[in-house]
């Protein structure tokens, strides 16, 4: 069985930039969690997709955006990059949502350095 | 607000000895999930365990073990009989709610295996 695929795995971006990162979960999935990891930070939520719907959302500013396409990959969008930007972005999928108590299946990330 | 404490950032250890990764919680939820996941150097986010608020009893998954003390808001990860595959970091993370999509996670343990 597949796993979490995140492509591409690493980008060099410049500040005012935009990049799109992609996420194809494990087949049969159809929530897509998505979370940054930087060393000062640590890990935080970013948004969750259900059914191409948003269901969730951290604490970030209106340049991070994400969707859902009917066949549960999801896409997060960050728009203006700035140097802060920088991080570790994975991407979860499980089967269902809300009520889950089973694993996050995580992929290996997208690393983005912002230049 | 959640918030997770994990006061060890790095912890060395013999091999097949057993090793307790601390974590402590804040939460005024009463329904909430508690989670330990791995974080080898490939980045990706590997599940181990999970314990649920209503759970009365310790969750076990193989050589993992989650020591749930409620009234103290802990839930220490102990690993029995580590091997050199072990080291990695480790996050301790809650949910609001049983479900696990979002997850608030802690600053992390770095765990060193020495042969």
């Known amino acids: 069985k597949a796993g979490v695929t995140q492509t591409p795995r690493y980008l060099i971006k410049t500040r005012g930039q935009q990049v799109t990162l992609s996420c194809s979960p494990i087949?049969?999935?159809?929530?897509v969690s998505w979370y940054q990891q930087t060393p000062g930070q640590g890990l935080q939520f970013l948004f969750e997709y259900f059914s191409e719907t948003q269901r969730n959302k951290g604490n970030f500013p209106g340049r991070f955006s994400g969707r859902q396409f009917s066949n549960s990959r999801s896409e997060m969008n960050v728009s203006t990059l700035e140097l802060g930007d920088s991080a570790l972005y994975l991407c979860?999928?499980?089967?269902?949502?809300?009520?889950?108590?089973?694993?996050?299946?995580f992929g290996e990330g997208s690393r983005l350095t912002v230049l | 607000a959640q918030k997770i404490t994990q006061t060890q950032p790095g912890m060395f250890v013999q091999e097949k000895e057993a090793v307790t990764l601390d974590c402590t919680y804040d939460?005024?939820?009463?329904?909430?999930?508690l989670f330990w996941y791995k974080q080898p150097s490939s980045g990706e986010m590997i599940f181990l365990i999970y314990?649920?608020?209503?759970?009365?009893q310790n969750a076990t998954e193989g050589r993992y073990s989650l020591n749930f003390q409620k009234a103290r808001k802990s839930a220490n990860l102990v690993i029995s009989a580590s091997q050199l595959g072990d080291s990695a970091m480790y996050f301790c993370?809650?949910?609001?709610?049983?479900?696990?999509?979002?997850?608030?996670f802690g600053q992390g343990t770095r765990l060193t295996i020495n042969p």
């Open positions: 939460t005024s939820d009463q329904s909430y999930g």
């Open positions: 993370a809650m949910s609001r709610g049983q479900g696990a999509q979002k997850l608030v």
């Open positions: 087949s049969g999935h159809r929530s």
């Open positions: 314990q649920g608020s209503y759970d009365e």
């Open positions: 979860a999928s499980s089967p269902t949502s809300g009520g889950w108590t089973g694993e996050l299946f």
